[in-house]
């Protein structure tokens, strides 16, 4: 069933067949400017209200927020309509509001670290489901204390976008053109799913490519991202060049840190030599403890030391700082739902 956000213009319009025309107008701006419901839109007339309220239902239902960073950052557990569970985090920083969101109930890319990949793949998510995650924390934000706008928005919750590339296009598009952020300020990381790459690639809009490179060599690619067996170190940076070449937009790398695997001076140097030939900047993310992997991060030291090495083989790096971590809001730690026994990790983690 459609959910509030998942109608185009065009099929609100049909919706309000028989209505005035400035109908029309008056939802969308209600919707997308306000980020009100229907419910709440006192200029529409009651029965029109209720008719709506009823054929276009709000998409997710809290079931937790939680608060942490003193209050700098948020996260929601929703309930779907049929009962899956996906979770969104809203970060303020200084200069800008920045909300991570979901765009599949589970993954089925089954990287080991990450606790979405342990807990497996349960559905894409809708259009719909998508924006109405940017709307909902939109309203939080701006409806605090002090009243924030959300300026950046960064496809990084649970799932794989470019496994559901047409929906998750399809919300970027909604996000740039009518909820009004820039498309510059739209990232959409990626385990590297090579067409996924090519095709937004064709999409004209300006948005930003995250990579998560994690390993620089296809053995120890295979290991940690399990989806480098079909899409190889190879096939990847050659997608990466050729966006590169369509765009001209900078890419990043992203590179959690696992103490003792790809934290080496050896994976320093293939990072380095990968990110100066492709004109990447790269982002440590120091590794979030999950259930179902028993590696620990690289401490915090030696993170700084990597960027350094980094650095000095000329490559660009920074260290992404940590947001929400006593409320597992932290990269790789959204996991729909808690219960959920973490089997025996699918690969087993690497030695020390
Ligand atoms: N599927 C997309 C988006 C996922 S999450 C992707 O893989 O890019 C965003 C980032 O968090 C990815 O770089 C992911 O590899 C990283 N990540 C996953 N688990 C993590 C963990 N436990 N600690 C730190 N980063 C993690």
Redesign the pocket.
């Known amino acids: 069933m459609a959910t509030l956000y998942d109608p185009s213009r065009d099929e609100l319009a049909a919706l309000l067949e028989g209505e005035p025309r400035y109908r029309l107008d008056q939802l969308w701006h209600g919707l997308y400017e306000q980020r009100s419901t229907p419910a709440e839109l006192t200029t529409l007339p009651k029965a029109l209200r209720t008719r709506l309220d009823a054929d276009l239902p709000l998409a997710l239902e809290p079931v937790t927020e939680s608060v942490s960073d003193d209050g700098l950052t948020v996260k929601w557990l929703w309930k779907l309509a049929d009962g899956s569970q996906i979770e969104t985090v809203l970060m303020h920083y200084p200069d800008r509001s920045t909300v991570c969101v979901s765009t599949q109930a589970g ?1 089925a ?1 089954a ?1 080991g ?5 342990q807990a497996g793949f349960e559905r894409n998510l809708s259009v719909g489901e998508i924006v109405e995650q940017v709307v909902r924390a939109s309203r939080v934000a701006a409806e605090g204390e002090p009243a924030r706008r959300v300026s950046n928005i960064v ?3 649970m ?3 470019l496994a559901n590339v047409d929906r998750v296009l399809g919300a970027v598009h909604r996000i740039h053109g009518d909820l009004g952020l820039s498309a510059r300020h739209l990232t959409i ?3 590297g799913i090579v067409p996924g790459i090519n095709r937004l690639a064709l999409e004209p809009l300006p948005v930003n490519l ?3 490179l ?1 390993a620089a060599n296809d053995e120890l690619r295979d290991e940690l ?1 399990p989806i480098n067996r079909r899409y190889p170190l190879a096939d990847l940076y050659a997608a990466c060049e050729a966006y590169l070449t369509v765009k001209n937009r900078r890419i990043s790398f ?1 590179w ?1 840190m696992i103490d003792g695997v790809n934290d080496r001076a050896s994976d320093a140097r293939e990072l380095a030599a990968a990110a100066r030939s492709l004109r990447a900047h790269i982002n440590l ?6 259930p179902g ?1 028993p590696t620990k ?1 690289t401490p915090a030291e030696r993170v700084a030391s990597f960027r350094d090495q980094l650095e000095d083989l000329g490559a660009n790096a920074t260290v992404r700082a940590n947001r929400g971590n006593e409320i597992d809001a ?4 959204l996991r729909a739902n808690q219960e959920i026994a973490v089997a025996a990790p699918r690969r087993r983690a690497l030695p020390h």
């Open positions: 993954c890319m990287c670290f990450c606790a979405t990949g496809f990084m919750g799932g794989e976008p990381s990626t385990v995250a990579v998560s994690h991202v992203e959690a993310i120091p590794l979030n403890a999950t992997w991060g932290a990269c790789g730690q």
